[in-house]
């Protein structure tokens, strides 16, 4: 299954809203999962199975869709929001990631 | 706290191979599938292997079958990805991850910090 993400970058200011889609080449239900990188740190959990929040991430992170199109909202955001997204499918063999989106906060 | 840190990564010649490692605490290891995850640089993520959490079941990327082996010791709470003839594309951080649920294939809740692989 291929991940389709756009957009490949995003600039925002602080308290914008901000809109990141991914695509699957086929219905995979909701096995999709949102993730934050950022240089130096971890990879940060954001959402799974589409919608559900991860623990500790705030409700300012939303995640929506099913089938082959679903979004990571970004509401209010925050100087500290900046990075790498992107999403991975889990509903089949191999895994396969969206190509990722830089966020950028100026 | 859950923690996943890899080893292994190193400078190999191309044809080479190399066992990477994936150490974890603050769970019980032997609850959770695995998975092996590579980034090569400026690249995005990449899927690499997956072990189910009694080891009797495993996946790999197109491009590592036959030549990766991926293994667990819960003895020692450590993941393995045997890999062999390298190639210049096998470049990459290696990511372990666990898996979010107990039971069944689903994403990653937890990732280290990664093992870099450089095969020149």
């Known amino acids: 299954t291929t991940l389709s993400q756009s957009p490949a970058f995003v600039s925002a200011t602080p308290g914008d809203t901000v809109t990141i889609s991914c695509k699957a080449s086929?219905?995979?239900?909701?096995?999709v999962n949102w993730y934050r990188q950022k240089p130096g740190e971890p990879i940060l959990f954001l959402i799974q199975?589409?919608?559900t929040l991860a623990p500790g991430i705030p409700p300012r992170f939303t995640g929506s869709g099913y089938g082959t199109d679903f979004t990571l909202t970004i509401y209010d955001t925050e100087s500290e929001d900046a990075g790498y997204y992107f999403c991975?499918?889990?509903?089949?063999?191999?895994?396969?990631f969206g190509q990722g989106t830089r966020l950028e906060i100026k | 706290e859950v923690q996943l840190v890899e080893s292994g990564g190193e400078l190999v010649r191309p044809g080479g191979s190399l066992r990477l490692s994936c150490s974890a605490s603050?769970?019980?290891?032997?609850?959770?599938?695995m998975y092996w995850v590579r980034q090569a640089p400026g690249r995005a993520l990449e899927f690499v292997s997956a072990?189910?959490?009694?080891?009797?079941?495993?996946y790999y990327a197109d491009s590592m079958k036959g030549r990766s082996t991926v293994f667990r010791d819960d003895s020692k709470d450590t993941l393995y990805l045997h890999i062999g003839s390298l190639r210049p594309e096998d470049t990459a951080v290696y990511y372990c991850?666990?898996?979010?649920?107990?039971?069944?294939?689903?994403?990653?809740?937890?990732w280290g910090r990664g093992t870099l692989v450089t095969v020149s």
């Open positions: 991850a666990k898996q979010t649920h107990r039971t069944g294939y689903y994403g990653f809740d937890y």
């Open positions: 603050g769970f019980i290891f032997a609850n959770y599938a």
């Open positions: 072990i189910s959490r009694t080891g009797d079941a495993t």
């Open positions: 991975l499918q889990h509903d089949n063999f191999p895994y396969t």
């Open positions: 199975e589409a919608t």
């Open positions: 086929q219905a995979i239900d909701d096995d």
